[in-house]
């Protein structure tokens, strides 16, 4: 039993010191940028009007988007979210930005009755950065859950869903 603990800790090790040397980890695009760190804003995705705030770190942007869906019940939804700086154009850090996301992606009426729809995603941004300000506009597919009524029977199949997304946020 000691010697397989013994192999485990130097496994780890080894894992650990691979880690710092790892040629396929991502190359930290952002890290000299003039940026806030943290912002805060509003936008709006498909029929989800949110607000949202953006952690900008050296591999990229991390966001969380909270709100509620423009229908008849108001339906509340969330989504989070990371971008990776793909292709940089500017002098600022603007560009296109390959991402993923997860979260409430539409929200459907089945039965009289309003449901949000989980669902992951990735999209294509392209974000306007500088040091005061993050503005992203951003083409998304994702699949949504299956809509199953009450007594579990499949009302709606896993279907793509596609989203147009524009968010401005403001450095705190």
Same mark, same amino acid.
């Given at each position: 039993?000691?010697?397989?603990?013994?192999?485990?800790?130097?496994?780890?090790? @080894?894992?650990?010191? *691979?880690?710092?040397?790892?040629?396929?980890?991502?190359?930290?695009?952002?890290? $000299?940028? @003039?940026?806030?760190?943290?912002?805060?804003?509003?936008?709006?995705?498909?029929?989800?009007? *949110?607000?949202?705030?953006?952690?900008?770190?050296?591999?990229?942007?991390?966001?969380?988007?909270?709100?509620?869906?423009?229908?008849? $019940? @108001?339906?509340?939804?969330?989504?989070?979210?990371?971008?990776?700086?793909?292709?940089?154009?500017?002098?600022?850090?603007?560009?296109?930005?390959?991402?993923?996301?997860?979260?409430?992606? $539409?929200?459907?009426? /089945?039965?009289?009755?309003?449901?949000?729809?989980?669902?992951?995603?990735? $999209?294509?941004?392209?974000?306007?950065?500088?040091?005061?300000?993050?503005?992203?506009?951003?083409?998304?597919?994702?699949?949504?859950?299956?809509?199953?009524?009450?007594?579990? @029977?499949?009302?709606?199949?896993?279907?793509?869903? /596609?989203? /147009?997304?524009?968010?401005?946020?403001?450095?705190?």
């Amino acid at each position: 039993m000691r010697k397989l603990y013994l192999l485990l800790a130097v496994l780890t090790c @080894n894992g650990l010191v *691979h880690a710092d040397e790892n040629p396929y980890m991502p190359e930290p695009k952002l890290k $000299d940028a @003039n940026v806030s760190t943290w912002n805060i804003g509003a936008g709006f995705t498909k029929k989800l009007l *949110h607000a949202n705030l953006e952690w900008v770190n050296p591999y990229g942007i991390a966001y969380a988007k909270a709100g509620a869906f423009l229908n008849d $019940d @108001n339906e509340p939804g969330a989504q989070v979210g990371f971008r990776y700086p793909y292709y940089l154009t500017g002098t600022d850090k603007n560009g296109y930005y390959v991402g993923v996301y997860a979260g409430h992606l $539409d929200s459907k009426n /089945f039965g009289g009755k309003q449901k949000g729809n989980l669902g992951v995603g990735a $999209d294509l941004s392209y974000v306007w950065l500088n040091s005061e300000r993050i503005s992203t506009f951003s083409v998304g597919a994702g699949i949504r859950e299956k809509i199953e009524d009450g007594s579990g @029977n499949t009302v709606k199949k896993s279907e793509p869903v /596609f989203q /147009f997304s524009y968010t401005l946020s403001f450095g705190l």
